[in-house]
């Protein structure tokens, strides 16, 4: 946890890996014990274990040494064709193949759970050698959020089997240049109907390894992935220490965090939020401001010169290449930032509602 003091305001922010594959998943590797010690190292806050339909990882919980890492442990759902994947959260029990997507997502709701549809849109340059894993079931909204951002799936599109395979594989950062399209207009539209859906930043990590007889590689191993997309996590208190898990779920759901690519720079000065300059009232990313407090503003602090572009119910209304930015709000709807340096995507914030 960091704490920063911006504008005289004090804010908490948490940094957190989403969506890691164990050594309990099928395709996954990797021990609960390396994952935390990883996490400590990259001086991650929390981390989101979701397995494929396994929630076997808890059994271990109790017995890691004492750590500060805040571990959230979900799974990945998916239906029986292997799509319409769907992090779950705070769900006891392991949906069974046979339920529809329509069917977990509500039943999710239904139990307290939260949910997060993974990577919606994937393409493939690969298409028969490597198939995509999409969410088609869009007439349910019952989710609470979605993936506008995933490592493996974006790497995975820009493979050209087997053109690229080598360089992709030393070079994987390479890939990760922003979140994808499709993903951010659905995400806006949802907004534009006044849902207030939020979005996530995912590794989607399983370390893949390979052995030879004596030799053993691994390559897209979580060490590396850690260091890429987070999601941050913002709040006006510490989380509280006896429900902190719960707490970043909450703030997960709610979207009072942002999407950063921490390959580009840490983004420890970095804010942005809608202030009265009248009332000093202010809304941080996933909260509201009355449109009739005086003076709005929207503020964005950087600690170097970025391109920053602000867009409202899903239209860019400014760009600017500047690390301080102060934009006048006069209309009602949903405001969110996006940030660049160079011609890769660096800081995605979700939307700050003036109602």
């Known amino acids: 946890?960091?704490?920063?003091?911006?504008?005289?305001?004090?804010?908490?922010?948490?940094?957190?890996?989403?969506?890691?594959?164990?050594?309990?998943?099928?395709?996954?590797?990797?021990?609960?014990?390396?994952?935390?010690?990883?996490?400590?190292?990259?001086?991650?806050?929390?981390?989101c274990i979701t397995d494929h339909r396994s929630l076997d990882i808890k059994k271990e919980v109790p017995a890691l040494k004492k750590t500060d890492v805040k571990l959230l442990i979900g799974y990945e759902m998916n239906d029986a064709k292997k799509n319409n994947h769907y992090l779950i959260f705070n769900v006891d029990q392991v949906f069974p193949l046979s339920m529809s997507a329509e069917d977990y997502v509500k039943e999710t709701r239904q139990l307290g759970g939260i949910g997060f549809i993974a990577h919606p849109f994937e393409k493939r340059r690969s298409k028969r050698t490597l198939r995509t894993y999409n969410w088609t079931s869009w007439d349910v909204d019952e989710f609470d959020g979605m993936e506008i951002w995933n490592y493996i799936s974006e790497w995975t599109d820009k493979l050209s089997i087997p053109w690229n395979v080598i360089t992709k594989i030393l070079f994987p950062n390479t890939s990760i240049r922003r979140p994808n399209k499709k993903a951010v207009a659905k995400w806006d539209d949802l907004n534009v109907q006044g849902l207030?859906?939020?979005?996530?930043?995912?590794?989607?990590?399983?370390?893949?390894?390979?052995?030879?007889?004596?030799?053993?590689?691994?390559?897209?191993?979580?060490?590396?992935?850690?260091?890429?997309?987070?999601?941050?996590?913002?709040?006006?208190?510490p989380l509280s220490a006896d429900n902190t898990t719960q707490e970043i779920l909450t703030c997960l759901k709610n979207g009072n965090s942002y999407i950063v690519n921490y390959t580009h720079a840490n983004p420890y000065m970095f804010y942005c939020g809608i202030e009265s300059k009248s009332s000093e009232k202010f809304a941080l990313p996933g909260e509201e401001i009355s449109i009739d407090e005086k003076e709005l503003f929207l503020f964005i602090y950087l600690q170097q010169d970025c391109h920053v572009k602000i867009i409202h119910n899903g239209n860019l209304v400014h760009t600017e290449y500047m690390n301080k930015v102060s934009y006048p709000i006069t209309e009602k709807g949903f405001y969110r930032i996006e940030v660049f340096i160079g011609m890769k995507g660096w800081l995605f914030s979700n939307p700050m509602y003036v109602v």
């Open 1 to 47: 946890m960091i704490k920063k003091s911006v504008f005289g305001k004090e804010i908490f922010e948490y940094t957190g890996v989403i969506h890691v594959h164990t050594e309990h998943s099928f395709d996954g590797h990797g021990s609960l014990e390396e994952i935390v010690d990883i996490a400590e190292q990259l001086q991650v806050d929390f981390v």
């Open 196 to 237: 207030h859906k939020p979005a996530i930043g995912s590794v989607d990590s399983h370390e893949n390894k390979y052995s030879a007889g004596p030799l053993s590689i691994s390559f897209l191993p979580h060490r590396k992935l850690f260091g890429t997309i987070r999601t941050n996590i913002q709040t006006r208190q």
